[in-house]
């Protein structure tokens, strides 16, 4: 009998490589429900690099309603609880290991939650996510100037930047073109009009010392639909790329 009973595999011996491999089949909602706590052994696998290269929060979503005044949509209280408990487990697993961080458009991350994923807190210079280098943003709502160049301020590697139109847009633009040297693509999501182009690019071509500009290039055309304002480009069209070479826009 105690024969039969050494003979079944147990949890913790299955091979790492094997549960890595199964972990890569998981969204991010099952990778951070509990499996990094089965066992020492599935852990290691849960922290596995592989498996943080991209962290894709895009399938999660704000449950918000609009209102009247700033920052104009209200956030449900639990909403907000499950997203932050996500992002905490997920930041603490990929130990520094996220290349790629994708939100979704319509989740509408606060300061302390985008500040969150730059460093532990705002008294400790120590960086989440020191190798990002590609970032989709989510709405701007609730976050605020200080909050974003905060952020940037840390993501020193940031190559590309995928966002929503903004209103007043020198401040990130000029606090990108200082703080990330290897900055080459910016996105924008929606309609954008010709004056933030033309700030863009005057901001990233800016030369420093001998190095070529960060963008040279407005990739896109004037959309020539009636409906649509002669100053706008649709969000497919809109992108900045480096050193005058052409870039798609998809996000």
Not at 71 to 81: F, I, L, N
Not at 125 to 139: E, S, T, W
Request: net charge positive.
């Amino acid at each position: 009998m105690e024969d039969e009973y050494s003979a079944i595999r147990r949890w913790e011996d299955m091979d790492i490589d094997i549960l890595v491999k199964i972990f890569q089949r998981m969204n991010i909602y099952e990778l951070t429900s509990g499996v990094a706590h089965v066992c020492h052994t599935w852990r290691m696998a849960a922290c596995d690099p592989l498996l943080w290269k991209t962290l894709d929060l895009s399938l999660l979503k704000s449950n918000f309603i609009k209102i009247p005044l700033e920052p104009y949509v209200y956030v449900d209280g639990r909403s907000d609880k499950t997203f932050t408990r996500v992002l905490k487990i997920a930041l603490n697993l990929s130990r520094e290991s996220i290349l790629t961080m994708i939100f979704h458009f319509n989740m509408y991350v606060s300061d302390d939650q985008l500040t969150y994923t730059a460093k532990r807190s705002f008294d400790d210079l120590h960086c989440r996510c020191p190798r990002l280098k590609r970032l989709v943003m989510p709405a701007w709502n609730r976050i605020k100037k200080t909050g974003i160049c905060q952020a940037v301020k840390m993501w020193g590697d940031l190559e590309s930047l995928t966002m929503p139109s903004i209103s007043n847009p020198p401040y990130l633009m000029e606090e990108v073109s200082r703080s990330c040297k290897n900055f080459a693509q910016l996105k924008v999501m929606g309609p954008c009009d010709i004056y933030f182009c033309i700030h863009a690019g005057c901001i990233f071509a800016k030369p420093k010392s001998s190095e070529p500009p960060l963008l040279g290039a407005v990739q896109g055309s004037f959309d020539h639909n009636p409906g649509v304002h002669p100053g706008t480009r649709s969000a497919e069209h809109i992108a900045l790329s480096a050193h005058g070479r052409p870039s798609t826009a998809s996000a």
